[in-house]
């Protein structure tokens, strides 16, 4: 099922395991080939959340960190993107590895031209107030 936020249908909606729009929350892409195409015509940073079904943190991320309200508004300023490793499928798996994503969570953000900025990668469950300075950095 998750081959197809990845594969040829990728465009044809929201898919499974994409964070739903929420009043205090960022409009998530429902895929990375959105995502990466809206990053680079609007010149603005590509976030990546890989996370899964099945992490415990993941699920606190979204629960709370991705839904406190200073968190909400700073993700305007970027183009957020959850990358669902609940099933491992062969374009899944090629992004965990082309980023460097080795354990559930990680965020990593992305300038418009591709760049991985690594100083901002973080690994682990985050709060509001350290995900928030980490945004504000940007």
């Given at each position: 099922v998750s081959s197809i936020l990845f594969g040829r249908a990728w465009d044809r909606g929201p898919v499974r395991g994409s964070l739903p729009p929420t009043p205090?929350?960022?409009?998530?892409?429902?895929?990375?080939?959105?995502?990466?195409?809206?990053?680079?015509?609007?010149?603005?940073?590509?976030?990546?959340?890989?996370?899964?079904?099945?992490?415990?943190?993941?699920?606190?991320?979204?629960e709370s960190t991705f839904k406190e309200k200073e968190v909400a508004e700073l993700l305007t300023g970027v183009v957020p993107v959850k990358i669902d490793g609940s099933e491992m499928s062969g374009p899944?798996?090629?992004?965990?590895?082309?980023?460097?994503?080795?354990?559930?969570?990680?965020?990593?953000?992305?300038?418009?031209?591709?760049?991985?900025?690594?100083s901002a990668r973080i690994r682990g469950f985050v709060d509001g107030p350290e995900l928030a300075g980490v945004l504000r950095e940007l």
């Amino acid at each position: 099922v998750s081959s197809i936020l990845f594969g040829r249908a990728w465009d044809r909606g929201p898919v499974r395991g994409s964070l739903p729009p929420t009043p205090l929350s960022a409009a998530w892409e429902a895929s990375f080939s959105n995502a990466e195409r809206r990053a680079r015509d609007e010149d603005r940073v590509l976030m990546l959340y890989f996370g899964a079904d099945w992490c415990g943190p993941c699920k606190d991320l979204e629960e709370s960190t991705f839904k406190e309200k200073e968190v909400a508004e700073l993700l305007t300023g970027v183009v957020p993107v959850k990358i669902d490793g609940s099933e491992m499928s062969g374009p899944v798996s090629k992004l965990f590895r082309r980023y460097g994503v080795y354990s559930l969570p990680e965020i990593v953000f992305v300038q418009s031209d591709g760049g991985v900025m690594e100083s901002a990668r973080i690994r682990g469950f985050v709060d509001g107030p350290e995900l928030a300075g980490v945004l504000r950095e940007l």
